[in-house]
């Protein structure tokens, strides 16, 4: 399967378009459609259901995107987030260094320049005067808004480590080379969480939030066979990290990254120390004791999972002879519940078809449609993984029954309309195999 077909589908349907479109577009940047801003929303509340909300030692923060500038140089941002760029001195295209083999240009052949470092934070300015005084960075990453209030959030929520802090938001950097629809761009989310240890402990945490992790995309419906973890080489290695593994998916243009958990050691906390004068050790009240924590990131991009599991959920199979695209998403990440349709459109159908679409409306988010065929209609679903289509025909205008059909099985029981918001419910809670 291609990316081209993801990203028709993603446009056709209204998943994900251009940015700016109408204009020509901007470069990697993306918009969410309709079911596109449901399926994200639900991939990153499930993240932050269980990543901040279900643990007893993790809390969440939203910090500012904006930052004060020394917080970039203590977090070593503004001398060491750079990655190598050559310019083709023919053609004027810009390549990352180390994303070329050779020393000539993969276009058009052309000489290459030295490579120097660029670096990859936006920078803007405050207030009304442009001048390096008022330079500000749009954040590269959301951990810092978490590290520099760790204090805040260790006094307020009262945690003991290890704990940590998870936080979801806009990240911006301004890749050299983005691409891959959704995969590299320069605007987007992340789900980050800093989980605090005592230092000693940290390889223990650092094997547990892999595996934590990586059940986590399991849990979603992932296939086990397009995941695996990747250590990183020393080479590799961010300037904050003692160790780094990724988890990695199979995409169509290969196994890349998916989500990063490094070991950040104490780097963090103890440069934010240095640069601000504030003191940020823990105080251990069982051992007596101050010190650095520890930092385990699980890193991932909002982003970058949400088009994970849409590849992953993309089939092709047959329903009566007639092919079918199918999106077999998790029921808890399907973007839309439930469709409604009316068999026919008379008898009263339409209009009963749209009371049954409110009642169930009011817990889940629906669909109603009602035109064209029934077979039509279900592949209009099927193509936004919708996992649950409810019918109104005649013997519902008799005795207030309706149709309910499976999207993977496609096989459909019958129930009652008092019953249909319960079994919805049940069937999104239970266990999910494709
Ligand atoms: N705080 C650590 C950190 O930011 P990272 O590996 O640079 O680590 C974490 O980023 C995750 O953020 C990546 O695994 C990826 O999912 C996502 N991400 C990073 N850069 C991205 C980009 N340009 N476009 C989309 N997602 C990106």
Same mark, same amino acid.
């Given at each position: ?7 028709? =589908? ?75 760029? @050559?310019?083709?001195? !023919? ?9 070329? !083999? ?68 806009? !990240? ?96 963090? =906390? ?69 469709? @409604? ?31 064209? !065929? ?61």
């Amino acid at each position: 399967m291609s990316m081209e077909k993801i990203v028709n =589908l993603a446009k056709r349907r209204g998943f994900a378009y251009q940015s700016s479109e109408i204009y020509g577009g901007l470069a990697s940047c993306w918009d969410y459609g309709p079911v596109g801003v449901e399926l994200k929303r639900n991939v990153k509340d499930a993240w932050w259901r269980e990543m901040a909300q279900a643990r007893r030692d993790i809390v969440g923060i939203d910090s500012s995107i904006l930052m004060h500038p020394r917080v970039w140089e203590a977090s070593g941002h503004i001398e060491g987030f750079t990655d190598p760029l @050559v310019d083709c001195k !023919s053609c004027k295209q810009r390549f990352r260094a180390d994303h070329i !083999s050779g020393d000539r240009c993969p276009e058009c052949g052309g000489e290459l320049t030295a490579a120097r470092r660029f670096n990859l934070m936006f920078k803007t300015f405050m207030g009304p005067v442009e001048d390096t005084a008022s330079t500000v960075f749009l954040r590269p990453e959301t951990a810092q808004g978490i590290f520099v209030n760790f204090q805040n959030v260790q006094t307020a929520s009262r945690q003991k480590i290890p704990f940590g802090i998870a936080q979801v938001g806009k !990240s911006f950097r301004n890749e050299i080379t983005p691409g891959n629809f959704l995969f590299r761009t320069r605007e987007f989310e992340q789900m980050e969480m800093e989980f605090f240890v005592k230092p000693g402990d940290d390889e223990r945490w650092f094997h547990y939030w892999q595996e934590e992790r990586l059940s986590w995309y399991l849990r979603y419906g992932m296939r086990r066979e397009n995941l695996r973890i990747r250590p990183h080489g020393a080479d590799e290695l961010a300037h904050y990290a003692k160790a780094c593994a990724d988890i990695e998916y199979h995409f169509p243009f290969g196994w890349s990254e998916l989500e990063g958990i490094a070991n950040r050691t104490d780097y963090d =906390l103890r440069r934010h120390t240095e640069y601000s004068g504030k003191d940020l050790r823990y105080f251990d009240e069982e051992a007596r004791e101050r010190y650095f924590p520890y930092v385990i990131e699980p890193a991932a991009g909002a982003d970058r999972a949400t088009l994970a599991f849409l590849v992953d959920a993309y089939y092709e199979d047959e329903v009566e002879g007639e092919p079918r695209v199918v999106l077999r998403f998790h029921p808890k990440l399907a973007p839309i519940k439930a469709a @409604v349709f009316p068999l026919l459109r008379k008898d009263g159908q339409p209009e009963r078809a749209l009371e049954v679409r409110d009642i169930v409306g009011a817990h889940f988010p629906v669909h109603y449609d009602q035109a064209g !065929s029934i077979g039509r209609r279900y592949r209009r679903q099927d193509e936004i993984g919708t996992p649950f289509g409810v019918t109104v025909d005649h013997q519902t205008m008799q005795d207030q029954t309706v149709t309910l059909r499976d999207r993977d099985s496609t096989e459909q029981a019958r129930l009652p309309i008092d019953r249909l918001v319960d079994e919805i419910r049940r069937r999104i809670e239970a266990p999910f195999t494709r």
